[in-house]
């Protein structure tokens, strides 16, 4: 497309020069003319090849932005997949995050009950204790009033 335009441009030149050629011979010379059938042609030609070269570049800039595009669509394609897997991650997150708030409040209520138990069997030791200490005193006695009764015999 260079090579057009560049042929046209010089079309271009060439038919400006030659009428301005023509046209200071004919200020010297009333029988010199400008030869239409150059002067035409050549300008005609190398107008047409000027915007034919402006066509195809803009065609090249066209074919450019449709070559981003399409590399673009391919990018929103693989974003896409790459939210959609991402997603599913995140689907899968919230139900191990469910699982878990509901293994926590089991662990939780177990943890509870298991404090309520400790917490009897403590007081159930305690009692205990005291029920030993006073069947202790009550065999301590019990063993000094057989020696006594002992004794008395």
Do not use: W
């Amino acid at each position: 497309m260079i090579l057009v335009s560049l042929l046209g441009l010089i079309l271009i030149v060439f038919a400006c020069l030659y009428f301005l050629f023509h046209f200071l011979c004919s200020l010297f010379s009333r029988k010199h003319r400008v030869f239409k059938r150059i002067f035409y042609p050549a300008l005609l030609v190398g107008i047409f090849l000027v915007a034919l070269a402006a066509l195809g570049n803009e065609n090249q800039g066209f074919e450019a932005a449709l070559a981003e595009n399409n590399r673009f669509k391919q990018e929103i394609t693989i974003l896409e997949e790459e939210i959609s897997i991402l997603e599913g991650k995140i689907a899968d997150a919230e139900q191990y995050s469910m699982a878990l708030e509901k293994t926590n409040a089991a662990a939780f209520s177990e943890k509870k009950i298991i404090t309520e138990d400790i917490a009897a069997l403590k007081q159930e030791v305690a009692r205990l204790k005291k029920e030993n200490k006073a069947i202790s005193a009550e065999r301590d006695s019990l063993i000094k009033q057989k020696a006594s009764t002992e004794a008395q015999k």
